[in-house]
């Protein structure tokens, strides 16, 4: 065997060994871990609310980033209803509002109806009492959990005897709660604010 055959196969032999270790230390004896799904940062505004106080039979407050228009979205819109829209994260707090006419327990089950038509896509569905006794506000949240769900939040308020008012969240793009969960802690510290500032107006409704 000539000197120059000896030279290429003690060369390959090299680039074999070395070939065996890259892929060793590569592989890390085969503990890889994917890194887990990432989702691009988003900017939330500064909080800070205005008033709402029109002709409207309830005043509350929300945020300045956020505009109020008529709801319009339903056959079934009514003069009080409105629309709370946030632009920047194409987001609706549809709003409803009906005067009590001896049907206070159709409007709870109506509400519950609503919320349960979220349930196959729902993981869970958590439940808390409003209750302001000096400003006779009562109510429910409702945080609906599960990625594909199209409102993960929906409350209503009521004094019992005259007023009920629901609220639903929507999103106008398709369901993806996982990565929209910081937008929707954001909007549901939001709800929060509306309903803790919430107040009924008779002295206007009876005009």
């Known amino acids: 065997m000539t000197n120059h055959l000896k030279n290429i196969q003690f060369n390959f032999f090299k680039l074999s060994v070395l070939l065996l270790i890259i892929n060793i230390i590569s592989c890390d004896n085969g503990n890889y871990v994917p890194k887990p799904r990432g989702y691009f940062r988003i900017n939330l505004p500064e909080k800070k609310y205005r008033l709402f106080d029109s002709i409207y039979p309830y005043t509350f407050e929300y945020p300045v980033y956020s505009t109020i228009t008529p709801y319009t979205g339903s056959k079934s819109s009514e003069k009080y209803w409105i629309n709370l829209t946030f632009p920047q994260f194409k987001a609706e707090?549809?709003?409803?509002y009906k005067k009590i006419n001896n049907n206070f327990d159709i409007m709870l089950q109506d509400?519950?109806?609503?919320?349960n038509k979220h349930i196959p896509k729902a993981i869970d569905i958590n439940y808390e009492k409003i209750i302001h006794d000096s400003v006779r506000v009562y109510g429910l949240i409702y945080d609906i959990l599960g990625n594909d769900v199209a409102s993960p939040c929906q409350f209503y308020l009521t004094d019992s005897t005259n007023h009920f008012l629901r609220?639903?969240?929507?999103?106008?793009?398709a369901p993806n709660n996982d990565s929209l969960?910081?937008?929707?802690?954001?909007?549901?510290k939001d709800i929060y604010h509306f309903i803790n500032t919430f107040k009924w107006k008779e002295?206007?409704?009876?005009k």
């Not at 707090?93 to 409803?96: A, L």
């Not at 509400?111 to 919320?115: G, I, P």
């Not at 609220?167 to 793009?173: D, I, K, V």
């Not at 969960?181 to 549901?188: C, G, N, R």
């Open 111 to 115: 509400a519950d109806l609503l919320v």
């Open 181 to 188: 969960a910081p937008v929707i802690d954001f909007l549901k």
């Open 167 to 173: 609220g639903a969240l929507y999103f106008r793009l």
């Open 203 to 206: 002295e206007k409704f009876k």
């Open 93 to 96: 707090i549809n709003i409803s």
